[in-house]
């Protein structure tokens, strides 16, 4: 089954999903500028290596050119196949996610709202913070409790995380509403209405 916007594999009878979100493409663009960027040093060196040796020239030539296509070409196929297949879905019942680790093979992950506690929102510099792009965090109840407040990154195997999700903070603020919804209550969750991905003021 190929996940979309209306369904997705392993949803449950009568689950409704509430939000889709994947990676922005602005991410998905700054990942194929460093693919770039990675196959044009590639050249570079290459050519270097065979201006300086005469006699492997021609080889380190020719290498120097087959090397960063090959990066160009699977690199840039390695970033499309993840922005199609990283998608991530809120539903009334839970929030699953689904993450590519090679062409063939996607992890599923997800979480229920009853196993889930808490919800943590960052952006990883300045840049992503002003575009209002950044990390959300969804932690379970296993998660284990470290003594430095800050560290942020430290997950737990059932925590789930969603990189690079436009408007971040606000879709935070959305999952902590039906976390709050669900434990107080759970009859609420069934009026819910689905996030709109639009900033506050503008959603309906």
């Known amino acids: 089954m190929i996940n979309t916007s209306q369904a997705f594999y392993g949803q449950q009878e009568n689950e409704k999903i509430l939000y889709v979100t994947r990676p922005h493409t602005i991410a998905s663009t700054?990942?194929?500028?460093k693919v770039i960027l990675i196959a044009l040093g590639a050249f570079i060196i290459f050519f270097y290596i065979g201006k300086e040796i005469d006699s492997l020239s021609s080889f380190f030539y020719s290498v120097g050119i087959i090397v960063p296509?090959?990066?160009l070409v699977i690199g840039t196929k390695l970033v499309k196949n993840f922005q199609i297949k990283n998608i991530s879905y809120i539903t009334d019942r839970r929030i699953v996610r689904f993450e590519p680790t090679t062409f063939f093979a996607t992890n599923i992950r997800s979480l229920s709202w009853d196993e889930a506690v808490k919800?943590?929102?960052f952006a990883p510099n300045m840049?992503?913070?002003q575009l209002k792009i950044g990390t959300v965090i969804v932690h379970a109840r296993t998660t284990v409790k470290t003594v430095d407040e800050e560290a942020r990154h430290s997950?737990?195997?059932d925590d789930i995380e969603i990189n690079d999700v436009y408007l971040y903070r606000d879709l935070g603020n959305y999952i902590d509403k039906i976390l709050f919804t669900y434990k107080q209550m759970p009859a609420g969750v069934a009026d819910i209405r689905p996030f709109v991905e639009k900033p506050?003021?503008?959603r309906y």
């Open 119 to 121: 919800v943590k929102t």
């Open 155 to 157: 997950l737990s195997a």
């Open 69 to 71: 296509a090959l990066i």
């Open 127 to 129: 840049v992503w913070k």
């Open 30 to 33: 700054v990942n194929t500028v």
């Open 200 to 202: 506050r003021g503008e």
